[in-house]
């Protein structure tokens, strides 16, 4: 059973052996909210799930940064954390997967890597922070990487799932640059955001089971590079 139509939910909707799990993919997506009437509306849903599991795993898509040491909680993040709480209060049958800066088919949205790819395309004037980095994730390899672990591994898990390479946000546009030969136009201001997190649990989890995912620096583009082609 898949919760959600946004492109995570659709992401899923290739494979029918879910039966016997609840894909909860219909949380608050923006990390930049602050409206306590979507997180009510993620808290409801969630909840009328958990009540109705009906002998189902569920399936949660959380945050990297709530693994990181020391990282701001913002109201999304706060509210990220709850949820996860909520979940482990209800049932011992849950994968938590807490997940980066997502990207797949590229479209206008409000997530890091379409917004400046579209900023880019559009030559918009744009501002970044020097200090700024991220994780990131291809959304078919989360996808690969959820299947394989759930049919697997054992329930009751929060695992972090991110390609191991911290790329600044600067980095990001460079390669955004590269992929559309375009200059950017953004100013530079000076903020720190960023957190560091322990990936080795998923690294050893993707070479144990096989599957065809090759982390690192260049993992950005080339993944971009599969997505614009078509």
């Given at each position: 059973m898949i919760v959600g139509n946004g492109q995570i939910?659709?992401?899923?909707?290739?494979?029918?052996?879910?039966?016997?799990?609840?894909?909860?993919a219909s949380g608050v997506a923006n990390s930049k909210c602050a409206e306590q009437s979507e997180f009510e509306r993620e808290k409801s849903l969630l909840l009328k799930h958990l009540t109705t599991l009906n002998g189902r795993k569920i399936v949660y898509f959380s945050s990297c940064a709530l693994s990181a040491?020391?990282?701001?909680?913002?109201?999304?993040?706060?509210?990220?954390k709850n949820m996860e709480s909520l979940i482990k209060n209800h049932t011992d049958d849950f994968y938590i997967f807490r997940v980066p800066q997502l990207f797949g088919p590229l479209k206008k949205h409000p997530t890091l890597i379409n917004y400046l790819y579209f900023a880019i395309k559009e030559k918009c004037t744009f501002t970044i922070y020097d200090g700024a980095y991220r994780y990131i994730i291809e959304l078919s390899d989360l996808v690969s990487i959820v299947m394989n672990y759930i049919s697997t591994q054992p329930s009751g898990i929060c695992l972090d799932v991110a390609n191991n390479y911290l790329y600044s946000v600067l980095e990001i546009v460079q390669e955004l640059e590269k992929l559309l030969s375009v200059q950017a136009n953004y100013n530079i201001t000076q903020l720190n955001d960023s957190y560091t997190i322990d990936l080795s649990l998923i690294s050893q989890f993707i070479s144990k089971s096989g599957l065809d995912i090759s982390f690192g620096k260049s993992y950005l583009l080339r993944n971009l590079t599969k997505i614009t082609k078509y």
């Open positions: 939910a659709k992401a899923f909707e290739s494979h029918a052996e879910l039966s016997q799990f609840v894909i909860f040491d020391n990282y701001p909680l913002t109201p999304y993040y706060q509210h990220k």
